[in-house]
């Protein structure tokens, strides 16, 4: 793996989102209670004004932006919220439930300092609907990645995986709900990982 992160300092994480946050809140839950050491969550970027995860990191004392597409060409709106990201010196950066591709400049602008987390044991099932795909196909055995973005969907090289049983019985609903119990601590793992496995100390 290589280094991500060269700051001398906590790292700045700055997490992406589009909808409800679990994720996002289970990044900010295990930086405050050290499983995430020498990090902080220097701000969250929703693309969606009314995304419910906007009020739980505003609940957490987190600084939130909405920068939302409005109709322009997505290197456009992915320049606005990379300009965003330096300004607040963020590190690394997390989607979490961040529903839109990242164009060529912003993954141009921070290769190899992008984290994504998907609901299933990748490269099986990417895109939408993983949870379904899986039921779909029949797997005994799904689960969630966390991963590097890089122009590929869902492609990019992965960090860490958790396994999760299909049961008979699951809809979609119950399996997601299965799978986002561990994704809430994979997350965080992965994340703790990527950052200790960056070359320079994070407390000097
Ligand atoms: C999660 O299942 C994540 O894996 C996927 O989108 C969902 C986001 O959920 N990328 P939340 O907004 O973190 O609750």
Not at 7 to 30: E, H, K, Q
Not at 110 to 118: Q, T, V
Not at 127 to 142: F, I, N, R
Request: glycine share 8%; net charge neutral.
């Amino acid at each position: 793996m290589s280094s991500v992160v060269n700051t001398a300092r906590p790292a700045r994480l700055g997490i992406l989102i589009s909808g409800r946050g679990s994720n996002m809140v289970a990044l900010a839950d295990s930086v405050e209670d050290g499983r995430i050491p020498n990090a902080e969550i220097a701000v969250v970027v929703s693309d969606q004004a009314n995304a419910a995860g906007l009020v739980k990191a505003r609940k957490r004392g987190i600084e939130t932006l909405v920068i939302e597409r409005r109709g322009r060409r997505p290197e456009e709106h992915d320049r606005e919220i990379v300009e965003a990201l330096w300004a607040r010196n963020i590190d690394l950066i997390c989607l979490a439930g961040y529903m839109r591709i990242l164009s060529r400049g912003f993954i141009d602008a921070y290769r190899g300092c992008i984290l994504n987390i998907h609901p299933s044991l990748l490269p099986s099932f990417p895109g939408l609907d993983a949870q379904k795909q899986a039921l779909e196909h029949g797997v005994k055995l799904t689960g969630c990645t966390v991963h590097f973005v890089d122009e590929t969907l869902d492609g990019g090289p992965i960090i860490s995986q958790r396994v999760v049983p299909v049961h008979e019985e699951d809809t979609a609903e119950t399996l997601s709900a299965r799978i986002l119990i561990e994704e809430h601590k994979l997350y965080a793992e992965a994340v703790d990982k990527v950052l200790r496995t960056s070359k320079k100390s994070f407390s000097a």
